[in-house]
């Protein structure tokens, strides 16, 4: 699969939450490729948001972190809006 030259920031920024994920259960990109039959080298791309994630890659991938599809985007949304409420109150301090 091609990688794009230009990053969409949701890919970017929903790649860098499966590294977080994947880390905080103490796994390499190796374990991550192995539980979802990807190669480690499409971790690393996926990771990067170098390429937006199928809805096969996305239900490939709740599965290997042992959770449903929707368990994995409520984690992800509620990540984006703990960051961006922090912005929020970092920009609003005088």
Known sequence: MPQRTKKDPWDVEFGAFVRRLRMSRYWTITELAR???YTPAYIGILEKGANSASSTTLFNLAAAFDMRLSELIRMFEDEQNASRAA???TAAKP
């Open 87 to 89: 912005a929020q109150q």
């Open 35 to 37: 539980r979802t039959n």
